[in-house]
């Protein structure tokens, strides 16, 4: 809102006091021309001293038009609000026109400017005042005042700065005086320059992350969203569906994060959305589907035939990556795994072929370590800004855009007044008008510095603007539509634009670097915990037979865990990559070896069975199992005499179990601790090993013997018996033992072996190995 103008009976503060000491120097110097000068002459105090701290605010909604012609009328409305404490009468609005400002430092003076100091500013065109009724304290009342163009007094083009005042009296003071003032600018270029700004404006389709890593088992692979926050920016209305109803309409260069259109569209095949309170996954509604498939609609629509660029998947943090990335080997190949897949994505979705040539720093703040990182995925254009690429000559303009800055890339320097100007808080008209206004002057004031020279600017606005800033930004883009003084460039043509020979191209060392930004920067642990997991993940998907399934959404989550919306979300995001790497963790252990404990060999040579599980729903390949035995001089494995350690190829078909049935031969009795361990082809440790006893009861030689002997005693026994048995039957006598013969019945044959699915559940010890 305004600040009220200064009233006279205020008492100077400490500021004010040095404020009128410093004024006493300068009695009678112009105010920049009517309405840039900050500090009143001592005639202004001495006649502020008796009305107490009553103010009016003054709030300007609407200036139409925003860059008037000649024969134009320009409405200037908005709502006058009485902050004081006692009522204001006859009270009138006012319209001031200032002189011409020189240049961009003048108008960034102008645009400091508060308060009023009479004897200092510009007449009031009092042909075209506005009365105003009554305020009583806290009373609200629009107003609207219209002057023809040629009644401003504009000369030459260029950029004045006008102010509405509020004049009226209060109790306690009977004399009119300005009690409220707004000020804002005014672009005053009827015809076109000779030669225009070509201007490139970005505009970003970017968001946080939504999709976790874990998907459902289905064919589909339904997706997992952390939240369904996002359905709320593609719906009418929202962030994201004002991003591609605008654009639409504008000449702009879409900016785009392929991870979001790759969220898109996993929300409009279906998707569930995870309970972090209850741990269940609840089905995304069929009313958000068709949302997201709209917005995707509308924004390839809105792409057709028109320039796009890709950042990498996800957006990464390239500061991060540079300086805390940069202590973990391999941290870069994430970003040149995040590039491939920019491109891919986005010509799969959007059915257009980007641009994956630039690569855009936070707040195109850069250093030599961050433009290394930039272009080591193969980017050659780093989008900096120039805050940080800061001009170190004395130009008296506003150099282009594109600067060489060695080895074949090229640095292109966002405008940082520009970029910045609708950063604020857009939600209110009035601050959204006032931030247009000045957007304008100030292209207008940059086109004006050297109207023979034509030069390439470009704008780079904040990553993630809400409604009302893209809305006001659309607003401000609206008004340069009629290319008076500029005309649209690609960011790709930009690039490519002649440099200009004076302006800076020189990197700003290390130091430079905000430490604002660097405070933010994702920890050097983000990236050892990323590195942790791409291992794992790259151990894990040799052994699948569909790696795919498993490597396509890891890999975008890993992408997802180097995000630059992490920025600030500490919390959230380690949250977000322990969740990453603890599912891919719980995966891999879906193949294991199912436990046992003891084992029990009786004779020489026999067989053990290990049992491996497949919980996966697809087959696993390409893994052997080895058992080492721990004493081979007392128990070896294998066919034929046997070593101290055997291979075994496992492949298990999805939600079974393989048993392997491994030979051994024993050699002395006794305990032996085998070790059994799958393996990767190329020979990486899978899982944990596991580790078992086997017991070897071995039958001597001198037991055999004796056993033998009890054998044949017991055959010679039953020969005996059958003799006997036979004479007596010859005999027709009964037997000896007086007992009735009688036929032996049938025995039932053993069970078959079962060799159903194994339990998961551990052997019980003191199992019996079959030989």
Do not use: C
């Not at 975008?556 to 600030?568: C, D, F, L, V, Y």
């Amino acid at each position: 809102m305004a600040e009220a103008a200064d009233f006279q009976g205020m008492t100077p503060s400490p500021a004010r006091r040095w404020a009128l000491r410093t004024a006493s120097l300068l009695v009678g110097a112009p105010f920049l021309v009517g309405m840039t000068q900050l500090t009143p002459a001592p005639a202004a105090y001495a006649a502020e001293d008796a009305t107490g701290s009553r103010t009016v605010d003054v709030a300007l909604n609407a200036v139409t038009p925003s860059a008037p012609v000649k024969g134009d009328t320009v409405t200037l409305s908005g709502t006058v609000t009485n902050t004081g404490r006692t009522p204001v009468t006859e009270a009138h609005l006012g319209l001031r026109v200032g002189t011409r400002l020189s240049g961009r430092t003048q108008l960034d003076t102008a645009a400091d400017r508060t308060g009023f100091t009479e004897g200092t500013e510009p007449e009031e065109l009092k042909s075209y005042a506005v009365k105003v009724p009554e305020l009583a304290p806290g009373i609200s009342t629009d107003f609207s005042l219209a002057v023809p163009v040629d009644k401003l007094d504009l000369d030459d083009p260029g950029v004045y700065q006008l102010g509405v005042t509020l004049s009226g009296k209060t109790k306690g003071n009977g004399t009119e005086q300005v009690l409220g003032v707004e000020r804002t600018f005014l672009p005053w270029q009827s015809d076109q320059v000779k030669k225009k700004t070509q201007f490139t404006y970005l505009w970003p389709l970017i968001s946080t992350t939504r999709l976790s890593a874990e998907t459902g088992s289905d064919e589909q692979q339904t997706p997992v969203f952390e939240n369904d926050g996002l359905a709320k920016e593609l719906a009418p209305g929202g962030r994201l569906e004002q991003l591609v109803s605008l654009g639409d309409e504008l000449p702009v260069t879409w900016v785009i994060d392929p991870d979001l259109l790759a969220t898109v569209e996993a929300m409009v095949k279906g998707y569930t959305v995870q309970d972090k309170d209850t741990g269940t996954k609840v089905p995304g509604t069929a009313e958000n589907r068709n949302v997201a498939k709209n917005w995707l609609n509308a924004l390839e629509k809105a792409v057709k035939d028109q320039k796009v660029v890709a950042l990498p998947f996800a957006d990464p943090d390239l500061a991060s990556l540079a300086h805390r990335g940069k202590k973990v080997p391999g941290s870069l190949n994430q970003l040149q795994r995040a590039t491939e897949a920019a491109a891919i994505t986005v010509d799969s979705i959007l059915h257009v072929k980007p641009s994956t040539d630039f690569a855009w720093p936070v707040d195109g703040a850069v250093d030599p370590a961050i433009v290394n990182a930039a272009t080591s995925a193969g980017a050659h254009n780093v989008i900096a800004r120039s805050d940080s690429l800061r001009e170190r000559g004395k130009l008296l303009y506003t150099p282009t855009a594109a600067r060489p800055i060695g080895a074949g890339r090229t640095a292109v320097v966002a405008d940082a007044r520009l970029s910045t100007a609708f950063q604020g808080d857009m939600s209110t008209a009035e601050n959204s008008t006032l931030a247009v206004q000045q957007f304008l002057a100030q292209t207008l004031a940059l086109t004006l510095q050297d109207e023979d020279k034509q030069r390439s600017i470009v704008v780079a606005p904040q990553r993630m603007p809400s409604v009302t800033q893209v809305q006001t930004m659309a607003s401000a883009l609206r008004a340069l539509s009629a290319g008076r003084w500029t005309q649209p460039l690609d960011l790709e043509a930009a690039a490519k634009v002649k440099p200009d020979p004076a302006a800076t191209t020189q990197v700003p060392g290390y130091a430079s670097y905000p430490n604002k930004l660097r405070d933010r920067e994702l920890p050097t642990s983000a990236f050892e915990t990323i590195k942790a997991t791409q291992h794992r993940l790259d151990q894990f998907k040799v052994v699948l037979t569909r790696p795919e399934r498993v490597v396509t959404p890891f890999g975008n989550a890993i992408n997802r865990e180097m995000s630059t919306s992490w920025r600030g979300k500490d919390t959230a995001a380690d949250a977000y990559r322990a969740d990453v790497q603890n599912y891919l963790l719980a995966l891999t252990k879906e193949v294991n070896l199912i436990e046992k404990s003891t084992a029990t060999l009786s004779g020489r040579s026999a067989t053990i069975p290990v049992t491996v599980q497949n919980k996966l729903v697809q087959d696993v390949d390409h893994l052997v199992l080895r058992l080492r035995s721990t004493m081979p001089t007392r128990l070896k494995l294998g066919e034929g005499e046997g070593q101290a350690e055997t291979n075994v190829p496992i492949k298990v078909r999805g939600g079974h179990s393989q048993s392997v049935k491994i030979p051994t031969t024993a050699n002395a009795n006794g305990k032996v601790l085998v070790v059994a361990q799958l393996f990767t082809e190329d020979n990486t440790p899978y899982g944990l090993p596991m580790e078992f006893t086997v017991k070897v009861n071995e039958v001597t030689p001198t037991i055999m013997l004796v056993i033998a002997g009890g054998v044949l005693l017991l055959v010679l026994a039953g020969i005996k018996m059958y003799s006997q048995r036979k004479r007596a039957a010859a005999r027709g006598d009964a037997p000896e033992d007086g007992t009735e013969q009688t036929e032996d019945p049938e025995q039932p044959s053993d069970p078959p072996t079962d060799t159903g699915p194994e339990s998961g559940e551990p052997k019980a010890t003191g199992e019996k190995v079959d030989r």
